[in-house]
């Protein structure tokens, strides 16, 4: 039962990641592109967590902690870029 | 005979899924920024937690093993997710020109907080 689950998580995940990507491609503005990214970051931690239910691995958990870590810097980043136009002042 | 703990880390995957779904088709789906902003800052909150609820259920029904990271990482994204939702939109606010004619006066003797200057206008 777990099994088939993880299967709908991951075509689900893997469409919800493919809308993302149309955002960052499509995507008007500067802010939505970064949102988009954002999104992307979260569906990849949500992904690498049921990767690792899937394959009963505690390895991927070290992984989606540095997903979230590296994917919040990057959005202040780019956040504090299109505020300030620098990034370290 | 169903197994309960089977069950229910199944509905919670499903439902996670189905959250992240919901926010990404928003995204994708609503006219502009701060309309698109709702459906990542909720629905992937949500989706993430009851995944990793899951994973904690998983792994202390079938493993026997009660790790920490799973806390970890929701104590992490669920601090970080509104301020980054907070500096998108401040971002938002300030690059674009075109909705701040369509602002509603404040009715006080200071403007709207992020555009204009803190300190109250000089009386004539």
Known sequence: ?89 | MIDYGELAISVLICLGAFFLFVGSFGLAKLPDLMRRLHGPTKATTLGVGSMLIASMLFFILERGIVSIQELLITTFLFLTAPVTAQMISKAHILRDKTDRKNLSPTGRDVGWSVIDSPKPKEAD
């Open chain 1, 1 to 89: 039962m777990i099994a088939i689950a993880c299967m709908i998580g991951f075509v689900a995940i893997s469409a919800a990641m493919l809308l993302c990507l149309y955002r960052v491609l499509v995507g008007p503005d500067m802010p939505t592109r970064v949102l988009a990214l954002d999104t992307l970051t979260i569906n990849a931690i949500a992904l690498v967590v049921l990767a690792g239910i899937y394959w009963g691995t505690e390895l991927y958990f070290e992984a989606a902690l540095l997903f979230a870590m590296v994917g919040f810097l990057t959005t202040v980043a780019y956040c504090k870029y299109m505020l300030r136009g620098n990034v370290m002042e």
